[in-house]
C-alpha cells in the first residue's frame, strides 16, 4: 500500500489539521495533487479522496438496470459485469477511492426529467418538448463520449503509471462509445458480438451495485433529488486505488 512519509507530532505540538488534509495525507499527497490537477484539467468539477468502505454497494441496485434501464445489455453493465457479491468482494481489496464529480450544461425540465425513459421509447407529441429531450439525450451521450469515458481512463492511466496497480475507473452509466455520429443512439453490441472497444470499457457504477446517493450522504453531500426542474444532474465516477 501507498503511504505518505510524515513525521509523528509530539502531543506537544499537536495542531489543527482539516479533514480535507487528513485524507489526502492517507495516500502520497504529491500524487493525490498529481492526480486532482489531472482530474480538473480533464473536465471535473471537483475530486475527493474518499475510502473505499465507504462505498455503499447493494444488490437490490441492479433491479433499477434490469428494469427500467435501456442500457441493461450493454457491454459495461449486467450481465457482462462483475456480479454485485463479486464486487463487494474486490472491493474490499480497495483501501481508497477518488470520486470525481464533473462538469455539465445539461439542463433538464421537470417533464423532460420525470418521463426521461418513457421520452427514449415514445418520444413526446409536443415538439418543443421533443426537441427539449432529443437535446439533453444527445448531451448525456455527448459528455460520457467526449469527457467523463475518456477523463476516468486518462485518471486511470495516471494513478497506474504512479504506482497503484489495481486502479479502476468506472463509467457513470450506460457506455457510448459506439454513438452515432449526430448522439442519437448508441449502437452497442450487446450480445450480437464482441465488444468494438474492450480495452477501454469500464463498468457502471450502478451495475455494480453502487448507491452513489447512499454514498454522498455518508459523505455528507447528498445527491439531487429527482425529477430536476430546470438544473443539471450531477455525473459522478469513482476511481478505485489500491
Known amino acids: 500500500m501507498h503511504q505518505a512519509a510524515l513525521r509523528v507530532i509530539p502531543i506537544h505540538e499537536t495542531v489543527f489539521i482539516p479533514y480535507r488534509l487528513i485524507q489526502i495525507m492517507m495516500i502520497n499527497a504529491d500524487n493525490y495533487c498529481l492526480l486532482e490537477e489531472k482530474a480538473k ?4 468539477k471537483s475530486v475527493r479522496l474518499i475510502p473505499a468502505e465507504t462505498i455503499v ?6 433491479l433499477k438496470c434490469i428494469f427500467g434501464c435501456n442500457g441493461y445489455g450493454s457491454r459495461v453493465c449486467p450481465p457482462y459485469i462483475p456480479t454485485v457479491d463479486e464486487f463487494k468482494k474486490m472491493l474490499a481489496d480497495y483501501d481508497w477511492a477518488l470520486l470525481v464529480e464533473w462538469k455539465t450544461e445539461n439542463v433538464f425540465s421537470r417533464e423532460v426529467s420525470e418521463n426521461f425513459v418513457k421520452f427514449s421509447v415514445e418520444p413526446p407529441e ?6 427539449q429531450f432529443f437535446e439533453n439525450l444527445k448531451t448525456v451521450m455527448k459528455d ?5 469515458q475518456p477523463g476516468v481512463l486518462e485518471i486511470e492511466k495516471l494513478a497506474w503509471t504512479l504506482g497503484y496497480n489495481t486502479a479502476l475507473a468506472t463509467f457513470p452509466g450506460m457506455c457510448t462509445w ?5 448522439y442519437s443512439d448508441v449502437k452497442c453490441t450487446r450480445d450480437k458480438g464482441p465488444c468494438r472497444y474492450p480495452t477501454l470499457r469500464r463498468p457502471c457504477l450502478m451495475g455494480l451495485g453502487v448507491r452513489m446517493d447512499k454514498t454522498l450522504e455518508k459523505l455528507g453531500t447528498p445527491l439531487q433529488n429527482f425529477p430536476m426542474d430546470d438544473s443539471a444532474p450531477v455525473p459522478y465516477t469513482l476511481i478505485l486505488l489500491d
Open 41 to 44: 484539467t480533464l473536465g471535473a
Open 57 to 62: 454497494v447493494e444488490n437490490r441496485t441492479i
Open 126 to 131: 409536443n415538439e418543443e418538448t421533443k426537441k
Open 144 to 148: 460520457r463520449k467526449e469527457t467523463i
Open 178 to 182: 459506439c454513438a452515432t455520429e449526430d
